[in-house]
């Protein structure tokens, strides 16, 4: 195809230069031949042609024939205002009018033309012929063969294609140069094949369920699929901006650009827990993989939940005979009212948390969460308190999103006090307006100052990983959702000695209802109207 071109290119260049060669020859052969007539037509010229008759070898016919033997031109002719011949190359045309319309050069014009004579065609150009005075007494006409005009334009056409063939030459050569390169590069691929994989991987890309990106050497986005953008949260847009704009600094952004070295590494954008992996390309890019793991995050954390309350079950059905058989053993020592005393102390005990719950966390979810963490603490010897003046109303925006971030810091903070001397956990939960403010403290070691920044970092942890999977997820997401918001996650030294988790969350909860107007019904009877 390139060789193709080349030569198309080279053809029509030669062509482009003969079409001028041609008209540009003539013109000189005729700027050429009226030169010699100009030369030809001076004052003795002039005397010689008004001083006697025209004859076969008269003082013209000797001069012209010498300017013409001396030029190489095909003839000079001479001729008075009559427009009858002086001079000749033919002596017989001597004193004959001449062949062709002299009336223009006759008139004081000079003439130059291509035009054809009783020589034969000829570039001819045509001066008027004045004496000593000025007086117009006759005109010179010179030709020049048109044969030899047209040779040089022949001799002309060798060089011009030997010129032509050398560019044809080197542009071969660069075409073989380049498609080699090119077959190279494409790994001696036809252009056939290369669509085809093209519309091949643009199906498999915006076809899989795993997020692709791809990166330049600069860390500039050059490709990403649809499920990448929802995951990320980008549009088609960013193709070509730095990642690093686009993300704005985090773990995200290091664990793509590749900041952050690691197989399956975990990551947090928005709120969805997300596993990256990244391959460097040969040409100082890198192709980023990224699946969606929140599902199966929030089920492997739902199973830990669910696995610790069947723990609390089990221990729980053991106490529960134990209950049993110490009620058992009161009523065959016919020791009713302590066994009365007794049942009604166990009931009161797990009333008394239920109630306590619901009295100050009026959402019906949240407060079973509360409630079951309590049998959970119980358990394994913490004590889960509500801490004093705590009074959420039940107004929450998305009480799931609450539950999240209260399950994580409750999780936690029983993890840490848990073994722990007089190992308690207090929760305290409050409105301000439409702000929600969360705190959880916990007796355990707490966290070192140096600590206090990186815990709420993806994938950092103390802990062994669990069965399903990675640690170092939960208090990044419960940053993140507070962020999300508009608000801010902390931690701090707490009263116990331990940790405190301080959260706010603006407008989490909507605006309280209105008051409904009071009917007749509601008016007290001493304001009814007589």
Known sequence: ????????????????????????????????????????????????????????????????????????????????????????????????????DPSEVLAGHEVMEIDSGTLGRSARGKAPLRDADGRLVGAVSVGIEYDSVRDRLLSAIPGLLAYAGGALAAGALAAYLISRRIQRQTRDLAFSDISALLAEREAMLHGIREG??????????????????????????????????????????????????????????????????RMPTDDGGAVATLRDRTELERLGRELDSTRGLIDALRAQD???????????????????????????????????????????????????????????????GVSLLIAPGSLLPDRLVDPRELVTVVG??????????????????EVGLRADGRTVVLRVADSGPGVPEEHRELIFTEGWTTKAPPAHGERGIGL???????????????????????????????????????????????????????
């Not at 692709?212 to 193709?239: F, H, I, M, Y």
């Not at 686009?246 to 650009?257: E, K, Y």
């Not at 009212?337 to 979810?365: I, M, S």
């Not at 848990?418 to 308690?424: I, L, M, V």
């Open 318 to 380: 053991h106490e529960h005979a134990n209950r049993l058989h110490t009620l058992l053993g009161l009523l065959e020592l016919e020791l009713y009212e302590e066994a009365a005393d007794f049942v009604t102390e166990v009931v009161g005990v797990h009333r008394a948390t239920a109630e306590q719950v619901t009295e100050k966390v009026h959402d019906p979810l949240l407060a079973a969460l509360l409630v079951g963490k309590a049998t959970v603490a119980a358990e394994r």
């Open 212 to 277: 692709v990106v791809a990166l330049d050497r600069k860390g500039s986005v050059r490709l990403l699929n649809d499920e990448a953008q929802r995951l990320l949260g980008l549009g088609p847009e960013a193709t070509g901006r730095p990642l690093d704009a686009l993300l704005g600094p985090g773990r995200t952004a290091d664990v793509l650009i590749g900041r952050v070295s690691g197989a399956d590494l975990v990551t947090v954008q928005g709120h969805r827990v997300l596993i990256a992996n």
């Open 476 to 530: 990044a997401l419960v940053r993140r959702l507070a962020e999300r918001r508009g608000g801010h996650a902390r931690v701090a030294a707490g009263p116990a000695g331990g940790a405190e988790f301080a959260v706010v969350l603006p407008d989490a909860l909507t605006e309280p209802a209105p008051p409904a107007p009071r009917g007749p019904a509601d008016t007290p009877a001493e304001e009814l109207p007589r």
């Open 408 to 425: 994580n810091l409750v999780d936690n903070a029983l993890d840490a006090a848990a073994g722990t001397p007089d190992a308690r956990v």
């Open 1 to 100: 195809m390139q060789l193709a071109v080349a030569s198309g290119v080279t053809v029509l260049a030669t062509g482009l230069f003969l079409a001028p060669l041609s008209a540009q020859l003539d013109d000189q052969a005729m700027r050429r031949a009226l030169a010699i007539a100009e030369t030809m037509a001076s004052p003795r010229t002039a005397a010689d042609l008004t001083g006697g008759p025209s004859s076969a070898t008269g003082p013209v016919q000797r001069e012209a024939e010498r300017i013409r033997t001396a030029t190489g031109a095909e003839y000079v002719v001479v001729m008075d205002t009559r427009g009858v011949r002086w001079s000749h190359p033919d002596p017989a045309q001597i004193g004959r009018t001449v062949s062709t």
